[in-house]
Nanobody, 118 residues
Framework: QVQLVESGGGLVQAGGSLRLSCAASGRTPVMSWFRQAPGKEREFVAGIIFSSGTTWYADSVKGRFTVSRDNAKNTVYLQMNSLKPEDTAVYYC??????????????WGQGTQVTVSS
């Protein structure tokens, strides 16, 4: 089992930027970001394959969010630009799987709150 620790959340005004980090306790082939807003289901945001750097995104964040990785640090980043109030959610990183559905992943971080004010 891989332990994941997220950081970097906070409060930002609409149009602003934040960068989230997720550090893994060991090597992992795929890491993804999900988010969950109050009263809503957890939804996929972005994913990355460590070996190739291949990325994929939810349509709602394409062109605004960028996922990247540091292989030496077993860390994934989520750069979030042009933030909107609807991006407000708890953001989670996940590994131990592959795909765009939460049930496809075994290991999860504790989550970090992102709040975008209008």
């Amino acid at each position: 089992q891989v332990q994941l620790v997220e950081s970097g959340g906070g409060l930002v005004q609409a149009g602003g930027s934040l960068r989230l980090s997720c550090a893994a306790s060991g090597r992992t082939p795929v890491m993804s970001w999900f988010r969950q807003a109050p009263g809503k289901e957890r939804e996929f945001v972005a994913g990355i394959i460590f070996s190739s750097g291949t990325t994929w995104y939810a349509d709602s964040v394409k062109g605004r969010f960028t996922v990247s990785r540091d292989n030496a640090k077993n860390t994934v980043y989520l750069q979030m630009n042009s933030l909107k109030p609807e991006d407000t959610a708890v953001y989670y990183c996940a590994t131990g799987g592959h795909g765009s559905r939460p049930e496809q992943y075994d290991d999860w971080g504790q989550g970090t709150q992102v709040t975008v004010s209008s």
